[in-house]
Nanobody, 118 residues
Framework: VQLQAYGGGVVRAGGSLRLSCAAS?????IGWFRQAPGKEREFVAT???????LYADSLKDRFTIFRNNADRTVYLQMNNLKPEDTAVYFC????????????????WGQGTLVTVSS
């Protein structure tokens, strides 16, 4: 399975971005993780093929994960962005069951950089 993540960019604090992750084949779940400079990779959100979603508690009020089943693309809508959201965002895929642990995900995209300026 190959994953292509895109949609990152530079945005001012309070702005929005939508990230996309296109998968080359069906999987059980696709999740988003992020890694800021000098920090460990952290879970953001995940969505399984049955429509069940999980979010990091600190992000669930601002981020929404959803999918387009027709083209196997999963989106991450990020609203009210803050400078601390600056990171490289990765999408990753695994077979069921859905989890929030990066080590459980088998397939990874290349990452897309999100920079939020103050």
């Amino acid at each position: 399975v190959q994953l292509q993540a895109y949609g990152g960019g530079v945005v001012r604090a309070g702005g929005s971005l939508r990230l996309s992750c296109a998968a080359s084949a069906p999987t059980g779940a696709i999740g988003w993780f992020r890694q800021a400079p000098g920090k460990e990779r952290e879970f953001v959100a995940t969505l399984d093929l049955l429509g069940r979603s999980l979010y990091a508690d600190s992000l669930k009020d601002r981020f929404t994960i959803f999918r387009n089943n027709a083209d196997r693309t999963v989106y991450l809508q990020m609203n009210n962005l803050k400078p601390e959201d600056t990171a490289v965002y990765f999408c990753a895929a695994k077979y069921l069951p859905v989890t929030t642990k990066a080590g459980d995900y088998t397939y990874w995209g290349q990452g897309t950089l999100v920079t939020v300026s103050s």
